[in-house]
């Protein structure tokens, strides 16, 4: 398991991996700094792991064995229509910088992909690299407080709608898995 936070310091993130994970490690992954202050683990303050990656996906492909990365998108990347008021403009803003550090990680894939030497050991593990995403619309209407919400039947419901687009998307893409990414990342470089 990789779990990131970022160092307030360097602003750079920190992956922590099994043996390092405690309460404070996993408080410091979700610490939003404008609601709760930095978590200091080993002398040093972090904050969300979303700011520096959201998340960290070369440890996925360095460190384990599957070639195949599901994500699971929790902001939505593109939304309809402009917002207006304070509070909308902060969601987008909120959804924006989460998922700059994700977009970024998956064009670096995208052109390693291309320009990689798939004969080394890392470069094939690149190469053969296959992304898939597992979205709902139901948390795209979601707004950003609702991530404050800790009532029993809103989560519930989002375990159901979890369950329920992870039977779509299998349902849709349950064959490329182990064969081939669901979304096209090559896309991501006509964007840049």
């Known amino acids: ?93 909120n959804e924006v910088s989460f998922n700059a550090t994700l977009l970024k990680e998956l064009r670096m894939i995208a052109l390693l992909r291309q320009v990689v030497d798939a004969g080394s050991s890392e470069g094939r593990k690149w190469a053969e690299m296959r992304i898939h995403l597992i979205a709902s619309k139901v948390l795209a209407d979601l707004g950003a407080s609702s991530k404050f919400n800790a009532e029993w039947d809103f989560l519930c419901m989002l375990r159901d709608e979890g369950r329920r687009a992870a039977e779509a998307f299998l349902a849709a893409n349950g064959q490329n898995i182990g064969k081939r990414s669901s979304i096209d990342l090559d896309i991501l470089l006509q964007q840049v």
């Open 1 to 93: 398991m990789f779990v990131t936070a970022t160092n307030v310091h360097t602003g750079r993130g920190r992956v922590f991996r099994n043996a390092e994970l405690t309460p404070d490690v996993l408080l410091a992954s979700a610490c939003l700094p404008t609601l709760f202050r930095a978590m200091e683990i080993d002398g040093e303050p972090y904050w969300d792991g979303g700011y520096s990656g959201n998340p960290t996906i070369t440890p996925l492909v360095r460190e384990c064995d599957s070639h195949d990365t599901l994500l699971v998108a929790v902001n939505p990347v593109e939304r309809p229509g402009t917002p207006r008021s304070a509070r909308e403009i902060l969601d987008r803003l």
